[in-house]
């Protein structure tokens, strides 16, 4: 394939639409819209004390991060619908966490990710009778490049100790192709997917051979009402 950078500022509407367009006429269609923007401010949101002890800016998370993804999703509807993908059309996968279902990072964190869980299916009501899916990924712990590339000095103890679970990005990237090309993802779409158990379902390994973990043992399930139960998905 051939990548294509494109700026975009999520917190601008009109950029969002423009982008849209701007795939609409280079392409015609879309197959997959990966929506994973977020306003994330780590040393305040990952400090002790009760949110209102912190800055009013987490707050932002729940404009780009929940809000985005939204009006992302609406500009990309039409382009969607016209996917021939496969046969099963188009696949919105929106990258949400543990924290929709537990307390991870307090309030703002929380309601960003049980917010995009319940826009999901929701959305998914809405895609019921077309080709469309569209699906909740919680990854596990994700190690980025900004992480790997954190001095040593930096790391704490518990951060080094935790380092060998976590994840590439690529993880969740191979799972998400593989479930754009499952005949059967309509039957998902609506759900929160744990991205570990989804790699068991399709067979897929992190880059290092690792099955990544399942962190519902320490965070919590999602929430029945957006998930089949099943043990693989």
């Known amino acids: ?13 009109a950029q969002v ?3 849209f367009a701007r795939v609409g006429e280079e ?7 990966v929506n994973n923007a977020a306003a994330v401010h780590p040393q305040e949101l990952s400090a002790p004390g009760p949110f209102w002890e912190k800055p009013v800016k987490l707050a932002e998370m729940i404009d780009v991060g929940l ?13 969607l619908l016209a996917s021939g993908s496969g046969q099963s059309g188009g ?12 307390y991870f990072h307090g309030p703002a964190y929380g309601a960003a ?12 009501v809405d895609f019921a009778d077309t080709p469309v899916s569209v699906v909740s990924i919680w990854p596990g712990y994700v190690l980025t490049d900004q992480l790997r590339d954190l001095p040593e000095e930096y790391r704490t103890p518990e951060l080094q100790a935790m ?21 059967e993802r309509k039957a998902l779409s ?5 991205g570990a158990r989804l790699g068991l379902a399709y067979g897929i390994r992190d880059r290092d051979g690792r099955v990544p973990n399942d962190l519902s043992m320490r965070h919590g399930e999602p929430l029945q009402f957006f998930t089949d139960g099943k043990a693989a998905r």
Do not use: W
């Open 1 to 13: 394939g051939r990548g294509i950078a494109a700026r975009c500022d999520h917190a601008d509407d």
């Open 27 to 33: 392409a015609g269609r879309l197959d997959l819209l």
């Open 17 to 19: 639409q423009a982008l």
């Open 113 to 124: 990710k049980a917010g995009t869980d319940k826009m999901t299916h929701d959305m998914a």
């Open 91 to 102: 696949l919105i996968a929106n990258i949400s966490f543990y924290g929709a279902a537990s």
């Open 163 to 183: 380092l060998p679970g976590f994840e590439t990005p690529e993880f969740t990237g191979d799972v998400i192709a593989a479930l754009l090309t499952d005949p």
């Open 67 to 79: 809000r985005s993804s939204y009006v992302a999703s609406y500009y990309a509807a039409p382009l």
């Open 190 to 194: 609506g759900k929160a997917l744990i």
